[in-house]
């Protein structure tokens, strides 16, 4: 299981945390904005499969929504999966189970 810890200073996952910063700016301003005036599509994903076509352009709004959504979630597996450098021995952790 220890294959597929990510190393801390690794340039893939440096630029995973670039990228997941502007997704996060992404969110938090689309929140900040439902906030203020509410969803602008269509959050009832019976009514999407239903009939996908009467609101195409809210159905994929929502859809990419979600999609940004869905990068918490990976965020989140992959800080179970990244190594981390203590401080007493400055020497990095890759055991799966000290990581968790």
Request: aromatic share 20%; net charge negative; glycine share 4%.
């Amino acid at each position: 299981m220890n294959k597929f810890i990510i190393k801390h200073d690794s340039s893939l996952y440096g630029t995973w945390q670039i990228f997941f910063a502007l997704v996060s700016v992404t969110t938090s301003l689309g929140y900040a904005y439902f906030a203020a005036f509410g969803f602008p599509f269509v959050v009832d994903v019976s009514l999407m499969v239903q009939d996908f076509n009467v609101n195409y352009h809210d159905n994929i709004l929502c859809l990419l929504w979600f999609g940004l959504e869905l990068f918490f979630f990976v965020d989140i597996i992959l800080n179970f999966l990244l190594e981390y450098v203590t401080e007493e021995k400055r020497r990095p952790v890759r055991d799966c189970v000290k990581i968790a």
